[in-house]
């Protein structure tokens, strides 16, 4: 186990809990050394005498505070704790408030609270009232020489402090860009939303911390084995200088952009979003052609012109060699149609007049 940071004891009435704090949490990213390009020996830092120019060991450093430009006050940690024995020893509950009220941009750094001799019942006691009243504690504690505000929350059987920011560190927004959602260019159609909620809906799961991991420094560890065994560990690669930046545009489809999103995510929200009725009709398809039943059956065209009643006694009369032809005759261009129709009446003219003789 880590070795504490700070002891001391969380104070709220007359409830005093004796508490050590340890880290909560340990920085994980790739560790790289400063080498000199010329014969990559690693390069050092010496803490040394402006005075002087010599170095200095840990052993003579002091802490001091400059009140005048060159003229300091040597402060020692002793100094430092008697300056305020209570702020330094004791994490002090000022209020108790629901944790949604605390914006997570507040929250800066975590620490576990162990509880410390004789401290395990109060312990518990803090911690099972926090869990049944929902709330967190807000509280002053001082670690190394800075006063921060902290939250005090429960996680599972822990007791766990969180450093807060102050307003005053949190910056404005003033001067950013935030598109204002009244704006035109940020209107945003029911359509585009409701597929926005589908999608978020279709990638939601349960909360799976195990499941993340730190895929870029996995890959520069990667390239490193590979360098290697390659034998290039004093190889520098330098950019490709025909290598250009993609292109990109400001425009946006965020439809399709949608649309492509739910095809790779597929989840059951797509699939209740595609039978809504809200959804635009499909796109018409071009109409099949009919069979031969299916064309009795076909309500007249509103307007009849003199073209297509020849057209519509040809077909009537050609009927049964229609009907033993493939379907791929059925689209005949409508040139070929009125030629058909003209010679058909000129051929069915003779025998009307024997029939009527």
């Known amino acids: 186990m880590a070795r504490s ?8 009435g007359l409830v005093h809990i004796p508490v050590e704090m340890y880290p909560a949490v340990g920085s994980k990213s790739l560790d790289l050394s400063m080498l000199d390009r010329r ?3 690693p390069i050092g830092f010496k803490r040394y005498n402006k005075e002087t120019g010599k170095e200095v060991s840990w052993d003579d450093i002091v802490k001091g505070y400059e ?25 002090d509950i000022l209020a108790f408030v629901d944790a949604e009220d605390v ?35 807000i509280a002053n504690v001082v670690i190394r020489v800075k006063q921060h505000l902290a939250a005090l929350v429960c996680i599972g059987d822990t007791i766990v402090l969180n450093t807060l920011r102050y307003p ?6 003033d001067d950013l860009k935030i598109p204002s959602p009244k704006a035109k260019a940020t209107v945003i159609s029911a359509k585009e939303l409701k597929m926005a909620m589908a999608l978020v809906e279709g990638m939601s799961e349960d909360w799976k911390p195990n499941q993340y991991h730190d895929t870029y420094r996995e890959d520069v560890l990667a390239l490193v084995k590979k360098k ?30 949608l649309q492509a999103s739910l095809g790779k995510k597929p989840g059951k929200a797509a699939a209740r979003d595609d039978d809504d009725d809200d959804e635009p009709p499909p796109p018409k398809r071009a109409r099949k052609p009919l069979d031969d039943d299916d064309e009795d059956d076909a309500p007249p065209p509103r307007r009849k012109t ?41 051929a069915a003219a003779p025998a009307r007049r024997r029939k009527a003789a």
């Open 67 to 91: 009140y005048e430009s060159g003229e300091y006050v040597v402060l020692s940690d002793e100094d430092l704790r008697r300056a305020n024995p209570e702020a330094t020893q004791t994490i």
């Open 306 to 346: 003199a073209a297509s009643s020849r057209e519509h006694v040809a077909a009537s009369a050609d009927k049964p060699k229609r009907a033993a032809a493939k379907p791929a005759a059925k689209k005949a261009a409508p040139a070929k149609k009125a030629v058909a129709a003209k010679k058909t009446s000129t």
């Open 5 to 12: 940071l700070w002891k001391g004891a969380i104070s709220f």
């Open 168 to 173: 005053d560190e949190i910056r404005d927004t």
């Open 228 to 257: 290697i065994k390659a034998k290039q560990t004093k190889t520098i690669t330098m950019p490709d200088p025909d290598e250009k930046p993609a292109k990109t545009t400001n425009v946006i489809d965020l439809v399709s952009l």
């Open 39 to 41: 014969d990559f020996a």
């Open 103 to 137: 914006p997570l941009l507040y929250y800066d750094h975590p620490y576990y609270l162990a509880p410390g001799k004789g401290g395990d019942k109060v312990y518990a006691l803090l911690r099972e009232t926090l869990k049944e009243v929902g709330k967190i504690g």
